[in-house]
């Protein structure tokens, strides 16, 4: 039995290269912790991923962007 197969990925388009990655949701999503970190696998950009309940998809986007975004969110 191999339960990697089994685990669903969700698409997240790269917002730098364009490129789609199958992501799976991590340990931490599957508990309800809606954020992630990963690479991509075109362009090696370090992102944040969140997975987008309504499209079912995985939304990604610049790390560094994501930090100035929630960092300015706070003030
Ligand atoms: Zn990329």
């Not at 197969?5 to 730098?16: E, L």
């Not at 610049?62 to 300015?72: F, G, H, L, M, Q």
Request: include cysteine; charged fraction near 35%; charge should be negative.
């Amino acid at each position: 039995m191999d339960y990697r197969d089994k685990k669903p990925r969700y698409k997240g388009i790269c917002p730098v290269c364009g490129k789609t990655n199958w992501i799976c949701k991590s340990i931490a999503m599957e508990l309800g912790v809606n954020t992630g970190i990963g690479h991509c696998l075109g362009c090696n950009t370090f992102l944040n991923v969140k997975f987008n309940e309504e499209r079912q998809e995985m939304d990604l986007e610049i790390y560094e962007d994501y930090v100035k975004r929630t960092s300015e969110k706070e003030e």
